[in-house]
Structures are given as structure tokens and as C-alpha cells.
């Protein structure tokens, strides 16, 4: 009977080589417990591991929102005011109890203290973010069908009521801030917010599902001090209701 033949790989080359093998799987187990995936996060919820967090890649290209956001804003607004808000929670968590939470553990923990305000500001403001781009999509707007089409115009009346409403609170934001479209838990209806400065829906236990950032980073360079523009550019050819209707559909 013949005989199996032998390797001819020494007990050194197999340790070595069972070490690289191992050290590789390490590698890539610390990566995915780190949340550093390189493309966006799936689901529609925008949590990350701080302590670790990296930056949200854009789900298209920087050109891709024009005419409505040119590529110079999204350009500033993502790799300037965006990647700030990401540096500054990486430094405020580094080495304290912090740095293994979610974004939205954070947020809840760190809401409405005055001592924890600070990091309230960058945390929150990383995870509006996160939403913002992913609320917009090019060739976007339209009127949304399905389920979301069907809450919106049980809760509003309309979709064009619904789009007033949040226009609204949009152009009617003082300074900085942001306007909404959330999901209230407590009776299980849609509503309309607006929040000043990093404040959102999920530090008063709402739901978020679609945000317009009304900072004037968000649109100076395009409309300078027509925000009604912008945000009406936002609703004809920008707003992802697929987005939205993701963030209805979850669980929690």
C-alpha cells in the first residue's frame, strides 16, 4: 500500500506559518469589534464603538448631491465640521469608562447634564451627522409609498402638510440647529422637531427618521442666506425616503 508522502515543511516553517495565520484572524477580530469597517454602517441606525470611532464613509461621492449640495460644501462640511465632531469624542473618551460605549449610549448618558455637556456637543453632533448624509441620496426627493407614505399621511394629513411643517421648523430654526422627522414612542406618531446647536430626537426618547442640518456650513456656500432654498432643494431632489422608511421599520 503506498505510503502518504511527507512534508516538507519543517516544525519551524509550520510554527511560523500557524502563527501568521493566527495573528491574522486576531487582527481581523479586533477590527470588527472596533466598528472599523470601511464601508457605512448597515441598518439604519447610526451608532459606532467611540474610543474607537472612525469617521462614517459617505454612501457616494462628494459630487453626487450637485445641483442641489455642490461637491465644495459636502467637501468641507464632511471632511472639515464632520471629522472635528469625530477627532474631538475620540479625545474626550480616550482612556475613561466611556470609551466602550455606542454613540447612542453616550448620548443618552451624557443629555441635559450640564456637566457632561461637552461631550454631549461632539457626540451628538457625530451621530446627526451620521444621519444627515445618509437622509439624502442623489436623484432623491419624491413622495414616499408603502408603509412611510401611508404613517405620514395618517399622522399629518398629507405628505404636502408634512412637508410644510417640517420646511417650517427648518427655515424657521434660530441659528444653528436642525429639523427633524421622528417617531414618538409614547403614542406612536410621527412629529415634526426642531433642536438647537447638537441637540436630536434620540436625547428626548423619540425615534429619528430624516434630518435636515440647518448650521449654515450645511448651505452657506451655495445659497449664502437662502436657507428656504436649501431646504426646498432638499425636499424636490435630495430627501432619501428609503432612508427613512428603514428607520420606521426597525424594531428599536
Not at 428626548?204 to 442666506?225: M, P, S
Amino acid at each position: 500500500m503506498p505510503t502518504a508522502p511527507r512534508s516538507t515543511l519543517s516544525r519551524r516553517q509550520l510554527l511560523t506559518a500557524g502563527a501568521a495565520a493566527f495573528a491574522t484572524v486576531a487582527a481581523r477580530g479586533r477590527l470588527a469589534h472596533a466598528g472599523k469597517a470601511k464601508a457605512p454602517p448597515p441598518g439604519p441606525s447610526p451608532s459606532s464603538l467611540a474610543g474607537t470611532l472612525e469617521q462614517m464613509k459617505l454612501p457616494y461621492p462628494e459630487s453626487a448631491l450637485a445641483p442641489g449640495i455642490s461637491a465644495n460644501v459636502v467637501s468641507f462640511h464632511y471632511g472639515k465640521h464632520h471629522k472635528t465632531y469625530v477627532d474631538k469624542t475620540n479625545d474626550l473618551v480616550k482612556g475613561t469608562p466611556n470609551a466602550g460605549k455606542t454613540l447612542d449610549e453616550l448620548i443618552r448618558a451624557t443629555a441635559g447634564k450640564p456637566d457632561q455637556q461637552g461631550l454631549f456637543n461632539a457626540v451628538a453632533q457625530v451621530w446627526n451627522h451620521d444621519l444627515y448624509w445618509r437622509s439624502m441620496k442623489p436623484k432623491g426627493g419624491g413622495t414616499p409609498s408603502g408603509e412611510l407614505g401611508k404613517k405620514i399621511a395618517a399622522d399629518f394629513g398629507s405628505f404636502d402638510a408634512m412637508v410644510k411643517e417640517l420646511s417650517t421648523a427648518a427655515t424657521g430654526q434660530f441659528g444653528s440647529g436642525w429639523a427633524w422627522l421622528a417617531l414618538d414612542p409614547a403614542d406612536g406618531k410621527l412629529k415634526v422637531m426642531k433642536t438647537g446647536n447638537a441637540d436630536n430626537p434620540l436625547a428626548a426618547g423619540k425615534r429619528a427618521l430624516l434630518t435636515i442640518d440647518v448650521w449654515e456650513h450645511a448651505y452657506y456656500l451655495d445659497y449664502q442666506n437662502r436657507r428656504a432654498d436649501y431646504v426646498k432643494a432638499f425636499f424636490d431632489s435630495l430627501a432619501n425616503w428609503d432612508f427613512a422608511a428603514e428607520n420606521l421599520a426597525r424594531k428599536a
